[in-house]
């Protein structure tokens, strides 16, 4: 019997979820990589858009007040997350629809015109990175993209220095591999070419990178 994955709650390993969303805020200069996010991804009606590590849902939400016509699914493995995620939308007057999962269980959840997640993977332990990752491009639709915004590798010493308070939230286990380049490596592998980020903001504790890789047909072919 396959063991059950863990994960390490949105806010780290010491703080409550629900100082998660003030966190971030402080911590990542959050209105401007999601506000990029945002312009990258660029929902259009009739979509469905896949949000993995939907953690309190502050992207989802900002994706549907963007284009209404839209359909956007949450999924995330934390049940308090998600029940923050829930009062958040019905405050916004949103709809959206939020599945318990890990980000390995998102191809039930596809097809998806576009798959997104953000500040999720380096909490991740890496065989559970490369299965999430993988399962996002497996639920890429036909012609689909997949969006990661997370930290990778660092833009300078000072930033690798300031990545060491992540890794003190978080573990550094776990955030090792993308100060090494692992997200680079990771989706250039499933993309089926070369990756680099479409956008970089250095802020207090670290470089945080967007990557935009469309799907590779091949690729899907053999994870599917």
């Given at each position: 019997m396959s063991e059950t994955p863990t994960f390490t709650p949105a806010a780290g390993r010491f703080a409550s979820t629900k100082l998660y969303d003030r966190g971030v805020?402080?911590?990542?200069r959050e209105r401007r990589w999601r506000s990029?996010?945002?312009?990258?991804?660029?929902?259009?009606?009739?979509?469905?858009?896949?949000?993995?590590?939907?953690g309190t849902g502050s992207l989802a939400i900002v994706m549907k007040q963007r284009e209404p016509q839209a359909t956007i699914i949450g999924l995330d493995p934390d049940g308090q997350a998600l029940a923050i995620a829930r009062e958040k939308a019905a405050?916004?007057?949103?709809?959206?629809?939020?599945?318990?999962?890990?980000?390995q269980d998102a191809v039930a959840c596809g097809p998806a015109d576009k798959v997104v997640s953000s500040l999720v993977f380096h909490q991740v332990p890496l065989e559970g990175k490369r299965a999430g990752l993988a399962a996002m491009f497996a639920a890429a639709a036909p012609g689909?993209?997949?969006?990661?915004?997370?930290?990778?590798r660092p833009t300078s010493w000072f930033m690798r220095q300031a990545f060491r308070i992540i890794q003190l939230i978080d573990g550094q286990t776990d955030t090792q591999p993308h100060i090494d380049?692992?997200?680079e490596a990771e989706l250039g592998k499933l993309g089926g070419r070369t990756v680099s980020s479409s956008y970089q903001l250095d802020t207090p504790t670290g470089t945080i990178s967007i990557f935009v890789v469309p799907s590779s047909e091949d690729i899907m072919k053999g994870l599917h």
């Open positions: 805020a402080l911590l990542t990029a996010l945002l312009d990258l991804l660029d929902p259009k009606a009739g979509e469905t858009i896949l949000d993995v590590g939907c405050v916004a007057g949103v709809s959206i629809e939020w599945k318990k999962g890990f980000a689909g993209k997949v969006f990661v915004a997370d930290y990778a380049g692992f997200l």
